[in-house]
């Protein structure tokens, strides 16, 4: 089993919907979680992390989380063209941080 | 201000060459983490550095791969006697924290074996 699971898509939203992605991860002692943006060749982008139950808001995203089911969520409101990316979920354990393979978002015009 | 930065940006390599990755973390951050990404994966985790003390080397894929941090700021990634799955992007993030805190990514090496 991985450490980090998220479907890996592809996610098509049309312009100004409300894109959602998620993630599950199997350590329960898992400490932070974070969500990175990666466009096609590019390395990385921090967008949002998360340390406590509950949801987190910086803006158009919104991230999720909820230890009891393992599972975090991005929330990406009025998405944009300029979201299209694929968007990977990360996990903290100890010393090491554990990624998902991503989920690809395309927003169509 | 200046972010985490790699050299070279790309390498191609024969089989069997070694070659050295070069990674510029972000001024003053104390944790610095290698990670190796193949296409349509998620980086996987290789090491990671508190200062000069490299505090878990399990990612590490063979004793072909050793990294340095020696005065806690610039690390080097060393592959030695490459070999065609070794090609992939190998991305250097910092943090100014320990390895709960946000990371931050260099612009990844990309490695082609031949």
């Known amino acids: 089993q991985k450490e980090v699971e998220q479907n890996s898509g592809p996610l098509s939203v049309p312009e100004g919907a409300i894109a959602s992605l998620n993630c599950t991860y199997s350590?329960?002692?898992?400490?932070?979680f974070f969500w990175y943006r990666q466009y096609s060749g590019k390395s990385p982008e921090l967008i949002m992390s998360?340390?406590?139950?509950g949801d987190k808001e910086d803006g158009r995203f919104t991230a999720q989380l909820n230890k009891a089911s393992q599972y975090v969520s991005l929330l990406i409101r009025d998405s944009q063209p300029s979201d299209s990316a694929t968007y990977l979920c990360?996990?903290?354990?100890?010393?090491?941080?554990?990624f998902g393979t991503g989920t690809s978002l395309t927003v169509i015009p | 201000g200046a972010g985490v930065s790699q050299s070279p940006r790309y390498k191609v390599a024969k089989r069997g060459q070694d070659v050295a990755l070069r990674c510029d973390p972000i001024?003053?951050?104390?944790?610095l983490f290698w990670y190796q990404q193949a296409l349509g994966q998620g980086p996987e985790f290789l090491t990671y550095?508190?200062?000069?003390?490299?505090?878990?080397k399990s990612g590490l894929p063979s004793d072909r791969f050793f990294a340095e941090r020696p005065e806690g700021s610039v690390s080097t990634l060393k592959i030695q006697r490459t070999q065609q799955e070794d090609s992939a992007v190998y991305l250097c993030?910092?943090?100014?924290?320990?390895?709960?805190?946000?990371?931050?990514f260099g612009p990844g090496t990309r490695l082609t074996v031949t």
């Open positions: 990360a996990v903290n354990t100890g010393n090491q941080f554990y």
């Open positions: 998360i340390y406590s139950n």
């Open positions: 001024s003053g951050h104390v944790s």
């Open positions: 993030a910092s943090s100014s924290a320990g390895g709960a805190h946000e990371q931050y």
């Open positions: 350590d329960r002692g898992s400490q932070s």
């Open positions: 550095f508190q200062n000069e003390a490299q505090l878990d």
